[in-house]
């Protein structure tokens, strides 16, 4: 009974999906970002097949979309921004990865995974910068603690 519940939920496309990173973010003025890397991780005991698909795929190269991840192993899939314009800063893109069984054509999960092209890597580094100097500084509590046998100290330090 147990291994039918399994194969049920298979079934219904509610496997996990393990990718890293779970965003990509292209920097027009930095080349070297053009080209970046998803790891689709396999945890399971059996093998997956994948495909990788795309909101707009004339804006990306996927140096292979589809394969078979085995058993416990992960593989890497290059993305390459291809269309590097000015009227795409900004906009969000998504890719798709979704998974099946190697010898079943229903997807079993899939994972979304955001992708944006920005101006400038150090103007969005300012922006995130200000933003952090701008911010008040919450009143929060931290907690120190320590352990000796037979007795238990706390101190506690306000900001």
């Given amino acids: 009974?147990?291994?039918q519940k399994k194969q049920q939920d298979l079934v219904e496309g509610n496997l996990p999906v393990f990718?890293?990173?779970?965003?990509?973010?292209?920097?027009?003025?930095?080349?070297?970002?053009?080209k970046q890397v998803l790891t689709l991780y396999?945890?399971?005991?059996?093998a997956l097949k994948f495909k990788v698909l795309c909101t707009t795929p004339n804006k990306y190269v996927v140096v292979d979309a589809a394969g078979a991840v085995k058993p416990q192993c992960c593989v890497d899939i290059v993305i390459r921004h291809k269309d590097?314009?000015?009227?795409h800063y900004g906009v969000m893109d998504k890719f798709r990865l979704q998974v099946?069984?190697?010898?079943?054509r229903k997807?079993?999960?899939?994972?979304?995974?955001?992708?944006t092209l920005l101006p400038s890597a150090k103007e969005q580094q300012k922006e995130e910068e200000e933003k952090r100097i701008k911010e008040p500084l919450s009143d929060s509590l931290f907690f120190e603690q320590?352990?000796?046998p037979g007795l238990i100290t706390?101190?506690?330090?306000?900001?």
């Fill in 107 to 115: 997807a079993l999960g899939r994972k979304e995974v955001v992708a």
């Fill in 154 to 159: 706390m101190a506690i330090f306000r900001t």
């Fill in 1 to 3: 009974m147990h291994q």
């Fill in 84 to 87: 590097v314009r000015s009227c």
């Fill in 19 to 34: 990718v890293f990173p779970t965003e990509l973010i292209f920097y027009a003025d930095d080349q070297s970002t053009h």
């Fill in 100 to 104: 099946s069984e190697q010898s079943q």
């Fill in 42 to 46: 396999n945890p399971y005991e059996f």
């Fill in 146 to 148: 320590s352990f000796q």
